[in-house]
């Protein structure tokens, strides 16, 4: 959990799939018993544990109940020792692994609509240069914590004034080709039977500290207009 600047919103992290949610969102997480913070925990006093009705002032004793009180005694290295390693080391980001899988998951999209759909599958590579500067900007709205809104993800206008476009931007923590195959399949983009139907895949993988890579994947299918 993370109170946001200036505005004090509180945006709630999966740690299992790097993505953010507020309030407002249908999370995962279901309810709130206690809080821990960098200085205190506390505890959920509130009738209600569901984390959309909360109250997050914990300085409110009617809603929250700090486990310690004495300032000194919850620091004291005398009394508790933190099992936490003093230096942490984490392995620099594998931008050569990045751009390997980069291209061969690009591939394998490719291969796995050709698949799916059973005949000629024509990707357009010029579309393709297109999605791939979009997805560069969305990855650092992420990093600016920006709204993925901000960002003009609009074609230029000699593309939309000759085809009718419909496409979707896809985000993921990379875990493995098979689920992020299996994601795209979900939306049956392939299965528009237009027989002058052509693709557009964008790819780009973002190399992290510790093996972390973020993947976005920009598909479009094109239809001549009328």
Known sequence: MRR??????IVFWDASTGISHDLRDDIPLQKIYCLVSKSNVY??????KKPSVLNFNLPNPRRWAP??????AKFSTELVMSIQEERLNYSP????YAKRLQSDLK???KDSMRGWRRGATSFRSDIGVQLTLIVEKLEQTRLEDRPPSSVDSNLPESITKMWTVFGF??????????EILS???STEIHRNKNPQVEFGIGVRVFAYPSGLLSVWVFLCSLVPSA
């Not at 980001?93 to 050569?96: A, E, F, K, L, V």
């Open 4 to 9: 946001c600047r200036p505005r004090g919103e």
């Open 169 to 178: 931007s896809l985000h993921f923590p990379f875990t493995n080709v098979e």
């Open 43 to 48: 505890a959920n006093l509130e009738r209600s």
């Open 93 to 96: 980001p594998n931008h050569g």
């Open 107 to 109: 591939d394998s999209i």
């Open 183 to 185: 994601r795209i399949e």
């Open 67 to 72: 486990l310690f009180f004495d300032e000194t």
